[in-house]
């Protein structure tokens, strides 16, 4: 009877203490896991000095406040400011003796275009311009009769019109004042402008009413002509936080965005709602004021990939 005893103490003992080593080895295993969970996700860094930023050309933006557009995308040209343009022919038949101004040529309202010599009293007058601008056409040589013809085109293009064609299903869309940002990718421009006018009658041809955008030109670098593309604001939405749709990265399934920090940059998980072509809303994962990589942060997301893949071998 005491072996019996003696023994099952023995057993008793081994099993009260193998349970407290095991338990003591759960306990501690628990707060390792997450003390290397943290330590993975500060890993996912990139540091960058101030000039290798410069140099990679990556952008900083503040998250911030702005308004989401919902918008109508449309194809046109820019044509010259049809108010801001006069033509200009001879007030008597006659022989042009001398041409001053060529297409392209800055002049002043008043200013002497060409000299014509009248049929009638031999005597010379000056063709003078309708406006102050440019001239975008001419249609005078010198030794030419002037016959009823306009001589000269002069548009001032410190403001420009876009032309763009509405289809039935979008006309009811678009009404003056609406605000408008116009685009030339080949060119590189951008700029805001305003609907001024619908036409209130349609295109037999092609089956389409024009909308007109004022664009303000002050340097003239939206030259009649070209083709454009427009985005009509038909809403818009103010959201507290949002960033630019360039700066959203999908990193390992997860949308990210890459956050300044000191030494450079590194990956924040978001949650997103609205955009339009410029922004998209942030609803969490980045707070208003926050500094956050914009252009060309996908060369962080191949940084980071190439760090970690070193970091494996």
Request: proline share 5%; hydrophobic share 40%.
């Amino acid at each position: 009877m005491s072996r019996t005893i003696i023994a099952l103490a023995v057993v008793g003992f081994f099993a009260i203490g193998g349970w407290l080593f095991l338990g003591g080895e759960s306990r501690d295993a628990g707060p390792a896991k997450e003390e290397h969970h943290e330590e993975e996700h500060e890993g996912r860094h990139v540091e960058l000095s101030a000039e290798q930023i410069k140099t990679a050309g990556i952008g900083a933006h503040a998250a911030g406040p702005v308004s989401i557009r919902e918008v109508l995308p449309l194809y046109g040209v820019i044509a010259p400011n049809a108010e801001r343009t006069g033509e200009v022919g001879a007030r008597f038949p006659g022989t042009i003796r001398a041409v001053g101004k060529r297409v392209g040529d800055a002049v002043r309202q008043g200013e002497t275009l060409a000299t014509v010599e009248s049929n009638e009293s031999l005597q010379t007058y000056a063709v003078t311009a309708p406006v102050s601008g440019v001239v975008i056409a001419r249609n005078a040589n010198a030794g030419e009769q002037t016959a009823e013809k306009v001589l000269f085109t002069v548009s001032d293009l410190s403001t420009v019109w876009v032309e763009l064609p509405l289809f039935p299903r979008d006309a009811a869309k678009v009404t003056p004042g609406q605000r408008a940002r116009v685009l030339s990718s080949d060119a590189g421009l951008e700029a805001e402008g305003e609907v001024v006018h619908v036409a209130p009658v349609g295109n037999i041809s092609s089956q389409t009413r024009t909308a007109r955008i004022a664009l303000d030109n002050p340097q003239l670098k939206w030259a009649p002509g070209i083709y454009v593309s427009a985005e009509i604001a038909l809403a818009e939405v103010p959201v507290a936080v949002a960033v630019l749709s360039e700066a959203v990265q999908t990193l390992e399934g997860e949308t990210v965005v890459f956050v300044r920090t000191d030494d450079g940059f590194a990956p924040r998980p978001v949650r997103l709602g609205r955009s339009d072509t410029q922004h998209v809303e942030v609803i969490s994962g980045l707070a208003a004021g926050e500094a956050y990589a914009s252009g060309n942060s996908f060369i962080l997301k191949a940084e980071l990939g190439k760090g970690e893949a070193e970091h494996e071998h």
